[in-house]
C-alpha cells in the first residue's frame, strides 16, 4: 500500500512545514462540582484508572478508598478490610488488580506493606454495587519501609511493576526494584538516577519512564529510561520539578501529560507540559485556570462517545496550597474540539458482514499529533482494496456513486484472517488542521458487484484536539 500525491498535499507537508508550537490551547480546565468525594487532602495515591486510597491533611492521615467515574462524579468503595491510613505510599493499576507499596503514617513511620486491591467496578454500570477488596501479600523480599517513592505496572504486559527511589529509614534511596506478582527483586543496574523522592514513574511501551523529585539539596529536572535492564538519561523536562503528577493519555496520542508540582524555588505550579514523541517537552497552552498545587493527582478518564468516538481526558484532584492547606477540588483537562466520525449515504455491491452495501469503512477518534487505523473490510478475501479521501465533507452518496472526488490514496490487498486490511491516517501536530473536515470511501474489486466492484458508504470525519 502506498500513499499518492494528493495525501501528501492534504496532510503530508503540514507536518513538515508545521511544528509542535503551532499548536495552541487544545484543551481546557473545567472545574468538576460533585456531591460527595474524598476529603480535601495531599500525599493520597492514584491509578491511572481513577482509584483513589490514602493521603492525609494537617491533622491526621486517611484510609478510604475512592474512584472517580466517567460521568464526573465521586464513588466510595466499599471494602471488607483496607490499609493502614497513610501518606507517600505508590500505587499502580494492572488490567485488572492495584497494587499498593509503602507509605508513612500521621505521624511519619513508614512501612514496607505490600497490598493489592481487587474489584469488579469496570464490569458494573454506573449507580450500581460492586465488589472489591484489599489483600495485604507477604513476599519473601521487599523494598525496606519508606514514602515518597513511585512505581508503575508495564502497561503492555500488566504483570511486572517497577519501583525506583524514595525515602527510608536512613535516607533517600536510589534503589530499583521489580515485582513479579508474587515477589519484590532488589535489581543490579550499572547506572542509576541519583537518590531521591516525589518524582514521577510511568510506562512507555515495555520501558518505564521517570521524572523530577528532590533530594536533601536540589529539584530535579532530568529524565530517565528504564529498559527492563539498565537506566538511561533522556534530555531533561524544561522545568526542575518535584512532586508534581503526570499520566500517560494512552487512547489519544499515548501523550504524556505532566501537571503542576513545585519548583526549585519553592513556588508551586499548575502549568501543563506534554512529552512529544520525539521525547522533547514543550508547555502545553490550556485555556482557563487550575489553581496552582502540588502533591495532588492525575489520572486517566475513559469516555466513550460513540461506538467510534473515543474521548481520554485528564482528572486532577486534591494537592496542597502555598500556604500548606490540604485542597479537595476535582478538575479536568477537557478537549476544546472533539472529533466526529460517521458514515452516511449507500454502498454498492455484495458488501461486507451482514450489510450489502459494498465494502465496511471504520476509523477511531482522530485527534492532532495521533495516528489513527483506517479499516477497510470486504467480503471476498485476498481482494484488491482501495481507499479515497478528499478534503471537506462530499455528498451523501446514492446506491453505487463515487462520493470522492479524489486520487485514491491507500491500496492494499484484503488479509484472510479478517477479510479486510488496515492503514495508518497521520494527523500532524499542525493548527491548521485541527477541525478539519475529511470525507473518505472504500472500493474494493468483487466480480458479483455491478461493474465489477464494490463500493462503501461515505465516511466522513473532522478532526478534534
Not at 500525491?5 to 468538576?32: E, F, H, M, P, Y
Not at 494537592?319 to 472529533?339: I, V
Not at 475529511?438 to 473532522?462: D, H, K, N, T, Y
Request: aromatic share 8%.
Amino acid at each position: 500500500m502506498h500513499g499518492s500525491n494528493a495525501l501528501r498535499c492534504a496532510l503530508g507537508a503540514l507536518a513538515i512545514s508545521l511544528s509542535i508550537q503551532d499548536v495552541t490551547a487544545q484543551l481546557t480546565w473545567r472545574q468538576i462540582q460533585t456531591t460527595q468525594g474524598p476529603a480535601p487532602r495531599w500525599g493520597h495515591a492514584v491509578t491511572r484508572w481513577g482509584v483513589t486510597f490514602g493521603g492525609r491533611d494537617a491533622n491526621q492521615a486517611f484510609r478510604d478508598t475512592w474512584i472517580i467515574r466517567s460521568t464526573g462524579g465521586w464513588q466510595p468503595m466499599p471494602t471488607v478490610q483496607s490499609p493502614s491510613a497513610r501518606h507517600g505510599h505508590a500505587m499502580d493499576m494492572s488490567i485488572h488488580d492495584t497494587l499498593m507499596f509503602g507509605g508513612a503514617d500521621a505521624n511519619g513511620v513508614r512501612n514496607a506493606e505490600t497490598w493489592i486491591f481487587r474489584t469488579d467496578w469496570m464490569n458494573v454500570p454506573i449507580g450500581h454495587p460492586f465488589t472489591s477488596s484489599w489483600t495485604q501479600l507477604n513476599p519473601a523480599h521487599a523494598p525496606s519501609p519508606r514514602a515518597g517513592h513511585a512505581l508503575a505496572y508495564d502497561h503492555q504486559t500488566s504483570t511486572t511493576v517497577l519501583l525506583f527511589g524514595g525515602r527510608t529509614d536512613a535516607g533517600l534511596s536510589d534503589e530499583t526494584w521489580r515485582f513479579d506478582g508474587t515477589d519484590w527483586q532488589l535489581l543490579a543496574t550499572s547506572s542509576t538516577p541519583p537518590a531521591r523522592e516525589g518524582h514521577q514513574l510511568v510506562p512507555y511501551r515495555h520501558d518505564w519512564l521517570l521524572f523530577g523529585g528532590n533530594d536533601d539539596t536540589s529539584t530535579f529536572d532530568d529524565a530517565w529510561q528504564f529498559d527492563g535492564v539498565d537506566w538511561q538519561q533522556l534530555p531533561g523536562m524544561p522545568v526542575a520539578v518535584t512532586e508534581g503528577a503526570i499520566v500517560m493519555l494512552a487512547f489519544e496520542r499515548r501523550r504524556h501529560i505532566f501537571i503542576g508540582g513545585e519548583d526549585g524555588n519553592g513556588n508551586l505550579l499548575s502549568a501543563v507540559h506534554e512529552r512529544a514523541p520525539d521525547g522533547t517537552w514543550f508547555a502545553q497552552p490550556i485555556a482557563g485556570s487550575m489553581p496552582d498545587r502540588a502533591d495532588a493527582t492525575v489520572s486517566e478518564e475513559y469516555v466513550a462517545l460513540t461506538s467510534f468516538q473515543k474521548s481520554m481526558t485528564a482528572v486532577v484532584f486534591g494537592g496542597r496550597d502555598a500556604q500548606g492547606n490540604a485542597l479537595g477540588d476535582t478538575w479536568r483537562l477537557e478537549p476544546n474540539n472533539e472529533s466526529d466520525w460517521e458514515i452516511v449515504g449507500s454502498g454498492c455491491g455484495p458488501g461486507a458482514w451482514s450489510q450489502n452495501d459494498g465494502p465496511n469503512l471504520s476509523l477511531r477518534r482522530v485527534i492532532l499529533g495521533g495516528e489513527q487505523t483506517q479499516g477497510a473490510v470486504t467480503r471476498t478475501l485476498g481482494t484488491l482494496t482501495a481507499i479515497g479521501m478528499q478534503l471537506g465533507q462530499a455528498a451523501a452518496p446514492q446506491p453505487c456513486e463515487i462520493a470522492v472526488q479524489s486520487q485514491f490514496v491507500w491500496a492494499g490487498v484484503s488479509d484472510p484472517t479478517f477479510g479486510g486490511f488496515a492503514v495508518n491516517l497521520h494527523i500532524p501536530f499542525a493548527e491548521p488542521l485541527r477541525g478539519l473536515t475529511l470525507s473518505l470511501q472504500a472500493v474494493a474489486v468483487e466480480s458479483g458487484a455491478p461493474l465489477g466492484f464494490a463500493l462503501s458508504r461515505l465516511g466522513i470525519l473532522r478532526i478534534g484536539d
